[in-house]
């Protein structure tokens, strides 16, 4: 699916945002069915193999410098979503599935830089419908989703409870990316019943 920047550029500029340069070295692998992870924090590790690397205060969390500043990642194992935000610790043998990081406060800056990185290293899958668009201005939806190497790569707006944004970026397994892939399709607007 060909996607233009001004497609993108034209919903994103209608919440007052601009097209993020984001140096996340060796992040970007060439293939869209290849991305592993961030560095040595891969797709498909245990919990053990995370909590061994340095960055990783546990299984579920990590922080590293990214553009000159600390970042936080959650990370989600095995087919659980929610275990990131338990208590309860993921099973020795699951398998890092996502990998989300927290780039900070949204300006237009930050948004516009970390878009055109991303766009430069993965091919855009998905830009928000006009209907998703309006709900997220409305404050329906508190969430607006760009997505990347066929769902592999998300770039997520976040509105808090407060109203202020965060931006996040997402790497997710192929069964991740597949899930999202079918959540887009089922809610295409052309794909809806006549």
Not at 10 to 23: G, I, K
Not at 78 to 86: F, K, L, W
Not at 136 to 165: C, H, M, W, Y
Request: hydrophobic share 35%.
């Amino acid at each position: 699916m060909f996607v233009s920047v001004q497609r993108v550029t034209r919903v994103v500029c209608s919440l007052v945002l601009v097209p993020f340069m984001v140096a996340l070295g060796g992040t970007a692998l060439t293939q869209p069915n290849t991305i592993e992870g961030i560095g040595k924090l891969k797709l498909g590790m245990t919990p053990h193999e995370v909590e061994a690397l340095q960055g990783c205060s546990s299984n579920t969390e990590c922080l590293y410098d990214l553009l000159g500043k600390n970042r936080y990642f959650t990370l989600t194992y095995g087919a659980n979503e929610s275990n990131s935000n338990t208590k309860s610790p993921p099973s020795p043998t699951a398998e890092l599935t996502k990998i989300d990081i927290d780039m900070g406060n949204h300006t237009r800056e930050s948004f516009g830089a970390l878009y055109e990185t991303l766009v430069s290293q993965y091919p855009v899958s998905h830009v928000p419908t006009e209907s998703e668009d309006t709900r997220f201005q409305e404050g329906t939806d508190n969430e607006l989703i760009i997505g990347f190497a066929d769902g592999s790569v998300i770039l997520k707006i976040v509105r808090r409870p407060f109203g202020n944004l965060i931006l996040r970026v997402i790497y997710q397994d192929r069964a991740a990316a597949q899930a999202q892939r079918e959540y887009w399709e089922k809610t295409r607007p052309e794909s809806a019943p006549q």
